[in-house]
């Protein structure tokens, strides 16, 4: 039987391009898929030049960074790999 959480990632410089979309691995739990979600962007975010701004960080993770999500019939499993993106930008920017 399939693991209920399924972890995809799309290629933000290939926007809408399904040949571009890769399937990361499954996951027996939700806690374990958003893991490996926020793994994939923070290791586009740890190469990337954090000496500039928050929003020049997050528009080149928009731009050239990978957009992790899970698909599963979980209603209360919700990850928006933008949203972390954003987060993980400001927090960068700070130091």
Not at 15 to 42: H, N, P, T, W
Not at 62 to 90: H, L, M, P
């Amino acid at each position: 039987m399939d693991k209920p959480y399924v972890v995809y990632v799309n290629e933000n410089s290939h926007y809408m391009d399904e040949e571009e979309r890769y399937k990361l691995g499954e996951f027996d739990d939700c806690q374990s898929a958003v893991v490996a979600c926020k793994r994939i962007v923070d290791e586009f975010l740890e190469k990337a030049d954090n000496n500039v701004s928050a929003d020049d960080l997050f528009k080149e993770y928009t731009t050239f960074g990978e957009d992790s999500w899970v698909i599963t019939s979980d209603k209360d499993c919700k990850f928006s790999a933008w949203e972390y993106a954003k987060e993980r930008c400001r927090e960068l920017a700070r130091k």
